[in-house]
């Protein structure tokens, strides 16, 4: 379970172009939902999914996650955090170009402490999400879909509890939008993730179980 | 630090292109800088040469007149004063006499290289050798060191049915051997005997040109005990010698002794020079020569460093998005810095060994290869602090 209470984020702190990203922002969300995360462009959304991600510390608040308050940890613990509990897949893939598909999944497996059987895992994560054949292949020469798919490889490697998803449909086109999103809904109801989802579309929102609007940093 | 390390290893590869051109610019600008310094030292070693040369001696050398009234005068008489000029300058403890003349050979069958000059002979030219005719006194005067083989004896004569023993500049070891014989134009046969070290220099007093190189000379033995062949052979007569000499005295020991001994010269009138504002100009002049050397030297190193600033910046920013994705799954800053520090020392210490094998100014390399090591990672810092600092999830979004 994930607890934000009384979370507050400011860029720029006491200087002339200070920013509020969020504001007193209290949010639970329950492990195993899958919700989508919406609002106008600046209303603080990816602020909220960096600090939910152990990407940005907030300025003041509590978060906790499965009980364990993360807002006093170390970089290092933050990493570790990351590395175990969350995954990442972005709206622009976020794939190394000059890597191989193995090697861009496998990324977060070298800085966890299980190393073992990586080739394997890999192969099968692969496999499960249908693209086991472009294992070798260079992620310069996949398809939009393709590399979401490689994307979402390697947010699931380190088996985490967390999926954070900014838009991810964001550069595909319906269709292959629509496949995405319904390779995250069999994660979430086959693996019981958690799936915490940014997106501006309203079709894809509905389709989750629930919707957290904010705006001007203020959840309502 | 293993993970680090394999990452840092497999981007080395993956951009190996860009790597590569990385490594031949930091190779490039160790071997040029180190050249700079290299050069600034040898010239500091020059101007220490003439420095040391003249602190202990007054030098002079020597004009000869011809007394009109006397033209008439016995020849043999006039020789036995400078063959006794001469011995007693050799001799004596109060002096040190050498001779060095200058002159060019055309040799046969010799490999291509870039050490002939073009010398005009009447309407033709030829492409010929400098040569530095030498007396003994010249090889201890200068404090000259051998890379292989060894001097000419002290006591040697030309003979005409051997070889004349030569000792090359260093530049000539790419293409000649100890022992080579070779002959010139005139057919006489000469022999290496040995080569210099590089970069060792003569201060030349009869024409004031101040520190001049041997790097690219062949230095021949006088005799002028012996005239056959002579000048052809580094056989010189007493007066050659003694117009080309260069006499030093020491613990302040006047000229008085020698100029006693040309008095009863009834043919010429003997004139010892002082050379000592000849020697402060010299000194002066290379002096200036370093000074220049340092102020195009430094432009160098301006240039060099400017250009390893710009393309390990350019490498921090190229990968910038690449260590945003490893934070992303689970690596730290320090991990990345650990990386990055990683990526550069590898390249830079590529470098330093090729420079190291490249260059024989071992010291000057390793020093140049640490200030080098220092800016390139200095120049990482405001590029650590933005990535300690920017946001992962802007870094990730900026698509390059």
New interface residues.
């Given amino acids: 379970m994930i607890e934000l209470h009384n979370i507050s984020k400011i860029y720029n702190k006491s200087k002339s172009n200070q920013v509020n990203a969020l504001k007193e922002v209290n949010l639970t969300i329950e492990s195993n939902s899958m919700l989508a995360i919406m609002g106008p462009s600046g209303s603080g959304k ?1 602020t909220l ?2 600090i939910l991600g152990c ?2 510390v907030p300025t003041k608040g509590t978060y906790k996650l499965h009980n364990q308050e993360l807002q006093a940890l170390n ?2 613990k933050l ?2 955090v ?3 509990h969350f995954g ?1 897949v ?3 893939f ?3 170009e ?2 191989k598909v193995m090697k861009n999944v496998e ?2 497996i ?3 402490g299980d190393k073992t059987n990586k080739k394997e895992r890999v192969l099968e994560m692969l496999d499960m999400l249908g693209i086991k054949d472009k294992a070798t292949e260079y992620a310069y020469n996949l398809s939009g879909g393709q590399r979401q798919r490689v994307a979402i490889a ?1 947010a699931l490697i ?1 088996n985490p509890d967390v999926i954070l998803a ?1 838009e991810p449909t964001g550069a595909l086109d319906q269709k292959t939008g629509q496949q995405v999103l319904d390779i995250f809904k069999r994660i979430h109801q086959e693996q019981n993730k958690t799936i915490l989802m940014v997106t501006h579309d309203e079709r894809i929102a509905k389709q989750c179980e629930g919707i957290v609007n904010i705006e001007d940093g203020e959840i309502y | 630090m293993i ?1 680090q390390l394999k ?1 840092a290893l497999e981007d080395l590869w ?2 190996k292109l860009y790597f590569l051109l990385f490594l031949i610019q930091i190779t490039i600008i160790t071997l040029l800088v180190t050249q700079c310094f290299s050069l600034i030292y040898q010239k500091e070693q020059a101007f220490n040469n003439i420095d040391d040369t003249f602190e202990a001696s007054d030098v002079y050398y020597l004009s000869l007149a011809e007394q009109a009234k006397y033209i008439d005068s016995n020849n043999e008489e006039e020789e036995q004063i400078m063959e006794d000029l001469y011995t007693y300058a050799t001799n004596s403890k109060g002096y040190t006499i050498f001779s060095t003349i200058n002159d060019y050979i055309e040799i046969k069958e010799i490999p291509q290289n870039d050490l002939s000059v073009e010398v005009e002979y009447g309407p033709t030219k030829v492409q010929a050798y400098q040569t530095l005719a030498i007396s003994p006194a010249f090889i201890d005067v200068f404090r000259l060191s051998l890379a292989k083989g060894k001097f000419f004896a002290p006591n040697w004569e030309y003979t005409s049915q051997e070889s004349i023993p030569v000792i090359l500049g260093s530049s000539y070891q790419t293409f000649m051997e100890m022992d080579q014989k070779f002959t010139d134009s005139n057919n006489v046969t000469y022999k290496v005997a040995g080569f210099l070290q590089e970069g060792q220099n003569y201060v030349d007093i009869s024409f004031g040109e101040g520190v001049v190189t041997l790097d690219d000379k062949i230095l021949i033995p006088i005799d002028v005990t012996t005239f056959e062949g002579i000048y052809d052979t580094g056989n010189v007569d007493f007066q050659t010698y003694l117009e080309n000499a260069t006499i030093l005295t020491t613990n302040n020991h006047g000229i008085g002794e020698l100029s006693n001994i040309t008095k009863k010269s009834q043919l010429y009138n003997y004139t010892f020079h002082s050379v000592a504002g000849v020697a402060r100009y010299m000194e002066s002049s290379t002096k200036d020569a370093v000074g220049v050397f340092l102020y195009i030297s430094i432009w160098v190193i301006i240039f060099a460093f400017s250009l390893v600033i710009i393309n390990t910046l350019e490498f921090v920013n190229k990968n910038l998005r ?1 260590f ?12 990345i810095a650990l990386r990055l520090f990683l990526q550069i020392f590898i390249v830079w210490l590529l470098a330093s060994i090729i420079s190291l094998l490249v260059s024989d100014r071992i010291i000057i390399v390793l020093l140049v290869s640490l200030v080098l090591l220092c800016l390139c990672l200095s120049t990482c810092i405001p590029s650590f602090i933005k990535l300690f600092h920017l ?3 802007d870094m ?2 900026r ?1 390059e």
């Fill in positions: 990816s999914l960096n990407l940005d970089q290092k990493a570790r990351r590395n175990q990442f972005v709206q622009d976020a794939l190394i000059e890597y990324i977060p070298l800085y966890s390697r380190n900014d | 993970t990452y993956a951009k690449e945003s994705i490893h934070i992303f799954c689970g690596a730290t800053r320090k991990d946001q992962i999830s990730i979004r698509k």
